[in-house]
């Protein structure tokens, strides 16, 4: 069994930063690809960004150049750094990871539960 935990939402004034952590633990052999997607209200999930094991790293358009990913392999932990908040970037994010659990030749996608980010004045 494999869980993803996330924390660092809150509220945060427009212009502001967050920086959000998502820890893996488990049966867990190794981790490909993490990532984070964000839900507004009333809208689809989507993609903000993704790293894989070894850094390489995309973003959204809607986000470049004020949020960057990050991991610490050794502590199977992705972050979300996050500036210059905008309204529009309320939402709940999830973090998402591709795991090989102990046993397992291949990977699965897990998620987390999602941490509330209410950018707002």
């Known amino acids: 069994q494999v869980q993803l935990v996330e924390s660092g939402g809150g509220l945060v004034q427009p212009g502001g930063s967050l920086r959000l952590s998502c820890a893996a633990s488990g049966s867990i052999f190794s981790i490909n690809a993490m990532g984070w997607y964000r839900q507004a209200p009333g809208k689809q999930r989507e993609l903000v960004a993704t790293?894989?094991?070894?850094?390489?790293?995309t973003y959204a358009d809607s986000v470049k150049g004020r949020f960057t990913i990050s991991r610490d392999n050794a502590k199977n932990t992705v972050y979300l750094q996050m500036n210059s908040l905008k309204p529009e970037d309320t939402a709940v994010y999830y973090c998402?990871?591709?795991?090989?659990?102990?046993?397992?030749?291949?990977?699965?996608?897990?998620w987390g539960k999602g941490t509330l980010v209410t950018v707002s004045s």
């Open positions: 790293i894989t094991s070894g850094g390489t790293s």
């Open positions: 998402n990871a591709h795991v090989i659990a102990m046993g397992f030749h291949f990977d699965m996608g897990y």
